[in-house]
């Protein structure tokens, strides 16, 4: 992630086709976070922040359907777990993906 500025090339976690997001904040290896996104059209308190995760976010389909999992676990794991729905989230929520993810629905554009 060597952009400061990317475009949505798909609509994805709330946000519309063609949305600019921009880079806020990058991270070092000791966080849990790459880099955080937000939308340069709108007031930055009102709408979510994208975060890019080297860690895919929620789980797989195997780790879902597991008949050996615990109910333990999924407690443990409760906050990474953030079905997506289509609808709007909210100004105070992250949407956590891996830069693979995101690079699939955006493209880099030039200052």
Do not use: C, N
């Not at 060597?2 to 063609?18: A, Q």
């Not at 050996?68 to 990474?80: F, K, M, P, V």
């Amino acid at each position: 992630m060597s952009h400061d500025t990317y475009k949505l090339t798909e609509s994805f976690g709330g946000f519309s086709e063609g949305d600019i997001l921009d880079v806020t904040a990058r991270f070092g290896d000791w966080h849990t976070y790459t880099a955080e996104l937000e939308p340069r059209s709108e007031p930055r308190a009102t709408t979510p922040k994208v975060v890019i995760t080297d860690d895919p976010a929620g789980f797989t389909e195997a780790e879902i359907l597991d008949p050996t999992a615990r109910i333990g676990d999924w407690h443990e794991y409760d906050l990474q777990f953030t079905p997506e729905d289509g609808s709007d989230a909210a100004a105070d929520e992250q949407i956590a993906v891996t830069m693979p993810e995101f690079e699939a629905v955006s493209e880099p554009v030039s200052a």
